[in-house]
């Protein structure tokens, strides 16, 4: 896994302020080691719909 922004290493990240009651987990994600930009799923889903918008409109071109 490499940082969108940077290419940097990312690795496994807790949001730990984010458990809740039974001591679960609700968000996981990745966190660069090098520019400590945080993604997690909702980003993800959102960064694949923007690169699928990105390669419909270059196909149109
Ligand atoms: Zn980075």
Redesign the pocket.
């Known amino acids: 896994m490499t940082?969108?922004?940077?290419?940097?290493l990312?690795v496994r990240y807790w949001f730990m302020e984010l458990l809740d009651e039974t001591g679960q987990e609700h968000c996981r994600g990745w966190r660069?080691v090098?520019?400590?930009?945080l993604l997690d799923s909702v980003i993800l889903q959102n960064e694949a719909r923007r690169s699928v918008k990105a390669s419909a409109a270059a196909l149109r071109t």
């Open positions: 940082c969108l922004r940077c290419r940097g990312m660069c090098n520019c400590g930009d």
